[in-house]
């Protein structure tokens, strides 16, 4: 999964991820694009931005709204939990990027219902500091059966349908978390029709 480009109302702020910095959420502004000269000068590394997109896409299993999440190995090879997303390709808009990254690594076509919020973190590597803003959107599922086959880049091990009630605690980064809290308060207001396909 230094301080932001723009801090947030505090109830935003959530803690660093391993390796990282804070990170905050913002559903209401999109993140600027210019770069803090703090965090060019800190070293010689060259600054590089990336922007990802994806999300939690819903589908009713006994009357009860459930989330497709994703299994990943980190860097020490633990197995994590944590929501389908990825780089923008092209031209898209990071709507169209969410939709095709959940497809691509859960087997669900989605469809946009809501903007869940924006995150916007640090990270530093062996040869660079990336700047990484992801989008976060809440969609319907349409279509599909969840699985990790599809998945172009190899790296979601497994893919599982989680109550959203229990989403929050099964993530592994704090910063997915707080975007599964949201989500969840929505969901109360979100209609979803059952969507034929096995659970796992």
Excluded at 28 to 42: E, H, K, M
Excluded at 44 to 50: A, M, S
Excluded at 100 to 118: K, M, N, P, S, W
Aim: hydrophobic share 40%.
């Amino acid at each position: 999964m230094s301080a932001p480009a723009e801090r947030p109302d505090r109830e935003h702020v959530v803690p660093a991820p391993p390796g990282g910095h804070a990170l905050h959420i913002n559903p209401r502004q999109t993140p600027p694009s210019s770069l803090p000269a703090a965090f060019a000068s800190t070293t010689g590394l060259p600054v590089v931005e990336e922007t990802s997109a994806g999300g939690i896409v819903l589908r009713t299993i006994d009357a009860m709204p459930h989330a497709a999440v994703i299994a990943r190995r980190n860097r020490a090879g633990r197995l994590e939990w944590c929501l389908p997303k990825g780089h923008l390709e092209g031209t898209e808009t990071p709507p169209e990027a969410a939709v095709r990254e959940i497809a691509e690594e859960t087997g669900i076509t989605g469809a946009i219902l809501d903007r869940l919020g924006v995150i916007d973190y640090w990270f530093t590597g062996s040869d660079r500091r990336v700047h990484k803003v992801v989008f976060h959107f809440l969609l319907h599922a349409i279509d599909g059966e969840i699985t990790v086959e599809n998945d172009p880049d190899a790296e979601a091990e497994d893919a599982a349908w989680i109550p959203m009630p229990e989403l929050p605690d099964r993530l592994s980064y704090p910063n997915e978390r707080r975007i599964a809290v949201i989500a969840r308060s929505r969901t109360l207001t979100v209609h979803t029709d059952p969507m034929p396909g096995k659970r796992r």
